[in-house]
């Protein structure tokens, strides 16, 4: 796991690479826990990401990031998700940057077909992922239902690169209230072998825009507009 030192030195390169702090402002919704993994997201060269239940949070829209930040914080104010839909959107710019880092995301079609937010919210999501799937540095694949069993992967994972050789690979695993930072070869490596199965297990980056499209229709009848 991180040391100090090592959250230190992410987060100081992060900010060379980007904006100083500008995730400081958010300090009112932002635990430190997490403030640890924007600095590796900004640092980062490559992003990989596997999701389950939800779409990716560098890849929600603010309806669909609304939506999940109050289903994960029940007892949060208006105005505390407001902020936290504000720092998600934020963290996205990196995407959009020159020079911006490689996201490789699987996600499961379950995720796709939870009307979070809403039917129109959970189409408007769709159409975004369409639309960012397009991006010469965004791989998104999709793990239909019909393919049956995935690596057990244990839940969401994330695993971030760095161009820097000094700097190890890390693994994010997200809880409720807390996070864990592996940086360990042996847990790094048994993380990389499961996002390597679930790559060759899910659609190719290919097939996404059909998988996607093929979605929109499925929520569509369901709500009878077609």
């Excluded at 159409?127 to 960012?132: A, D, F, P, Q, V």
Aim: hydrophobic residues 40%; proline residues 6%; glycine residues 8%.
């Amino acid at each position: 796991m991180l040391d100090e030192g090592q959250r230190g030195q992410f987060i100081a390169l992060a900010r060379q690479a980007s904006s100083p702090g500008w995730w400081q402002k958010y300090g009112d919704v932002l635990p430190s826990w997490f403030e640890t993994m924007i600095g590796l997201e900004e640092a980062a060269s490559l992003i990989r990401t596997y999701e389950v239940q939800f779409v990716p949070g560098l890849l929600q829209t603010a309806d669909y990031a609304r939506a999940c930040i109050r289903l994960g914080n029940p007892r949060a104010t208006d105005r505390q998700v407001d902020r936290r839909v504000e720092l998600r959107l934020e963290r996205q710019k990196l995407l959009l940057r020159d020079g911006a880092p490689r996201l490789w995301a699987v996600v499961d079609e379950a995720a796709l077909t939870r009307p979070m937010g809403g039917a129109e919210a959970m189409r408007a999501q769709i159409r975004h992922l369409r639309e960012m799937a397009e991006r010469p540095n965004i791989t998104l694949q999709i793990a239909p239902f019909r393919i049956g069993g995935l690596a057990a992967a244990g839940g969401p994972v994330t695993i971030l690169r760095f161009l820097e050789p000094d700097l190890p690979d890390i693994v994010y695993l997200e809880q409720l209230n807390s996070a864990l930072y592996l940086d360990k070869r042996e847990d790094v490596e048994d993380y990389l072998a499961v996002m390597d199965s679930l790559c060759a297990t899910a659609e190719p980056h290919g097939r996404t825009p059909a998988t996607l499209e093929r979605v929109l229709t499925g929520l569509d009848e369901a709500d009878g507009l077609s």
